[in-house]
């Protein structure tokens, strides 16, 4: 079974720092994918940054990275600039494909207040 | 990406009374949709995918005979809670994929509440 671990219930960052979220997984599986999704208030869940697995080149979208450690089974995102929009929970999510379908797992996720 | 809508957006049912959720895919061919379930300030938590045209494949836990799963065409599928209890309370979310693609798109969610 997939396990993805976010340690970090909660989190806060001054507006315009950088803050780092953090994300460890556990599979067998050696071809998979790995994302970061943002859950605002209003709870429609929103694809941030995706990590193909076989790929060791990190993954950047615009103020977002991750930090992708395949040996280790980590992934984190980095926000940079963080904006009062940012302010969210964040999932960090597994995928890996199968018959019957692709497959997710998500973190219990970081809730981040970016604080004016 | 994909416009994903599930109806009802909130819904009240008495327990002990069935209640079923649609999820649409307005402009995409959903091969495959998923099922999720998230409790307050918890995650979302796989409950079913399934596959248009076939039975649905449930997580270890679900009881397959209380959310009944249809996904009977590439745009539509439908969640149902049968006999329900306030246990089952919950945010109930779904997505859409297709064989062979990572991109999941979300629907806003269900709230359910069962009284």
């Known amino acids: 079974a997939q396990t993805v671990t976010q340690s970090q219930p909660e989190m806060s960052v001054q507006e315009a720092e950088t803050v780092t979220l953090s994300c460890t997984y556990d599979?067998?599986?050696?071809?998979?994918?790995l994302f970061w999704y943002k859950q605002p208030p209003s709870r429609q869940m929103i694809l941030v940054i995706r990590?193909?697995?076989?790929?060791?080149q990190n993954a950047t979208e615009n103020r977002f990275s991750v930090n992708f450690q395949k040996a280790a089974k980590s992934f984190s995102l980095k926000i940079s600039d963080s904006q009062l929009g940012d302010t969210a929970m964040y999932f960090c999510?597994?995928?890996?494909?199968?018959?019957?379908?692709?497959?997710?797992?998500f973190g219990t996720g970081t809730s981040l207040t970016v604080i004016p | 990406g994909a416009v994903v809508s599930q109806h009802p957006s909130w819904v009240i049912c008495k327990s002990g009374t069935s209640v079923k959720i649609e999820c649409r895919s307005l402009?995409?061919?959903?091969?495959?949709m998923f099922w999720y379930r998230q409790f307050p300030k918890q995650s979302l938590m796989l409950m079913a995918t399934?596959?248009?045209?076939?039975?649905?494949?449930?997580e270890q836990g679900v009881e397959k005979d209380k959310f009944l799963i249809n996904h009977a065409s590439l745009t539509l599928s439908t969640l149902t809670v049968t006999s329900a209890h306030p246990e089952d309370s919950s945010f109930y979310i779904c997505s859409v994929g297709t064989s062979g693609s990572y991109e999941q798109y979300f629907g806003p969610g269900t709230r359910l509440t069962v009284t």
């Open positions: 599979t067998s599986e050696n071809n998979y994918y």
């Open positions: 402009d995409f061919q959903a091969t495959t």
């Open positions: 999510a597994f995928m890996k494909q199968s018959n019957t379908g692709n497959q997710f797992y």
């Open positions: 399934s596959n248009e045209g076939s039975k649905a494949t449930y």
């Open positions: 990590q193909e697995a076989y790929k060791q």
